[in-house]
């Protein structure tokens, strides 16, 4: 699967740039997540992946979501070709810049959190910061974590909620807090006064994450 994607480019790339991968939503593009970049750091790359299906109103999503049935609120077989997609435009883009000693960081949103969860636990030993926003871990998508405490301890997770999110319930967020808890993972678990966003403070908290 070759994805598309919009890069912004730092002055110097070198063998230890950090670079930030994103992960937009259901129904979103490429450029939603990319407006952060005016705020991260300048030396970093920032590579923005579009999703490969496409929704309605122009816009696309990684699988397809079944809001009528929490049970089997995501289709399974596209989530994990899209998760292996991912993986496998990442490896090439890390390949492409060269950047062998690099940390390589993931933030994403809503079903594009889901896909950075399932990334960062399956591979830790790639990724350094992850932030999921207005997400949750989804167990159909955590087969054969790694649960060894040595190997997950140089992740960082920043997770974010809107407590008034209509499109995924808060006590879905919540999930993530006991996941990371229990595999002894860091983590900043934040709540916020919002819905299916992020709102300033939570932008404000994210970028102080990213500026650690």
């Not at 929490?70 to 810049?97: C, M, R």
């Amino acid at each position: 699967m070759n994805l598309d994607y919009i890069v912004r480019e730092p002055e110097h790339i070198t063998p230890n740039t950090t670079v930030l991968f994103m992960l937009h939503g259901y129904g979103s593009n490429e450029q939603d997540l990319f407006s952060f970049r005016e705020t991260l750091p300048a030396d970093w790359l920032i590579v923005s992946f579009r999703a490969p299906r496409d929704t309605q109103f122009e816009g696309y999503s990684w699988f397809d979501i079944d809001f009528n049935n929490p049970e089997n609120f995501i289709d399974i077989v596209q989530a994990k070709e899209a998760l292996n997609g991912v993986l496998e435009s990442i490896l090439k883009v890390v390949n492409h810049y060269g950047l062998t000693e690099g940390k390589v960081n993931l933030c994403g949103f809503s079903q594009g959190g889901m896909l950075c969860y399932a990334l960062a636990l399956k591979h830790p030993d790639m990724f350094n910061y992850v932030a999921c926003l207005s997400s949750y871990p989804e167990e159909k998508l955590l087969d054969g974590i790694v649960k060894d405490k040595k190997k997950l301890e140089k992740l960082r997770f920043f997770i974010s909620h809107g407590t008034d999110d209509a499109v995924i319930p808060m006590e879905w967020g919540r999930k993530a807090a006991d996941l990371l808890y229990d595999l002894s993972c860091y983590f900043t678990f934040r709540e916020y006064m919002s819905g299916h966003g992020v709102n300033q403070k939570n932008y404000m908290d994210l970028m102080d994450f990213f500026a650690k």
